[in-house]
């Protein structure tokens, strides 16, 4: 439980530091603002265009009679937009983060920058950075959506599937926040996706505690943007904590997790600056 306090508090913690550092609150608002446009009109199309896609996919429906062929399509109508911003829910993050790959790139090297200590770099140029960046968001939202998928198959249990299963499902979508999140970070210091969900499983209550306040928070209309510049914050300095040192992490009493992930993805140690590569 210790872990489950401690994961909030890196969140309020980073909420705090971009409220102490007005200009980069400000800089990491520009991302969130972006993605919220782009989002919106989408959806706004989707709204109004929904009505002529299921009218185009269901052919076979033309000759039904009243009322069936409008229940019919008005509930798949429904169902699209329905899908459409779930899918906008799921994928806002990881369409943040991707187009503000260079902006939050520089807000987490100015927080481990301010908190002392090395500051790592990747080393690699924008564009590799940033075909990464995409190609471990496909990977984790491939990963959310098989989850989704089976949990809500179980939301058909009488019971269970309107209490048990709904926190589960807010569980997994703040776990894989957090590892979005944290993979600004976990990047420049030459950390891969399959080490940075070791490293998090490691310490899941972490994970969860920081990830599934979030998580309800986003649900919220225009709350994700203006907490996103502290999220990225407060997860670099979980990041910091996640790959200390040994020595560093024993004096603190925090376990050596980082070595301990890698040791178990059976991989090399990570270096600062090591570039990453997509070989896999």
């Known amino acids: 439980m210790h872990d489950l306090g401690a994961g909030f508090g890196y969140l ?29 009109g989408a959806l706004v199309g989707l709204f109004y265009g929904a009505d002529d896609l299921t009218a185009w996919a269901t052919p076979f429906a033309d000759d039904w009679s009243s009322p069936w062929l409008g229940l019919f399509r008005g509930f798949l109508t429904a169902l699209v937009f329905a899908l459409g911003l779930f899918l906008a829910v799921v994928t806002f993050t990881a369409a943040t983060l991707l187009i503000g790959q260079p902006f939050y790139e520089s807000l987490s090297e100015a927080v481990d920058r301010a908190e002392g200590g090395e500051v790592p770099e990747s080393g690699l140029p924008l564009w590799r950075e940033l075909l990464i960046s995409a190609r471990d968001s496909l990977r984790i939202l491939v990963r959310v959506t098989l989850y989704g998928i089976v949990l809500f198959g179980l939301g058909f ?17 703040g776990f894989f926040l957090t590892e979005e999140l944290t993979a600004v970070a976990l990047q420049r210091r030459g950390i891969e996706l399959k080490q940075r969900l070791t490293l998090l499983r490691g310490r899941r209550m972490l994970a969860l505690g920081f990830g599934v306040p979030l998580t ?65």
């Open 12 to 40: 309020m913690k980073g909420q705090r530091w971009v409220a102490g550092h007005g200009r980069w609150f400000g800089f990491g608002l520009l991302p969130g603002l972006v993605t919220l446009v782009l989002y919106a």
């Open 157 to 173: 249990i009488p019971v269970v599937g309107q209490t048990v299963i709904p926190v589960l499902g807010f569980c997994v979508s």
């Open 216 to 280: 309800l928070a986003f649900l919220v209309p225009l709350v994700a943007v203006f907490l996103m510049p502290g999220a990225v914050a407060g997860a670099t300095l979980m990041a910091r904590e996640l790959t200390a040192a040994p020595d560093t992490a024993g004096a603190a009493g925090v376990p050596d997790t980082a070595g301990a992930a890698v040791a178990a993805s059976g991989e090399d140690a990570p270096r600062t600056g090591t570039p990453l590569t997509l070989d896999k």
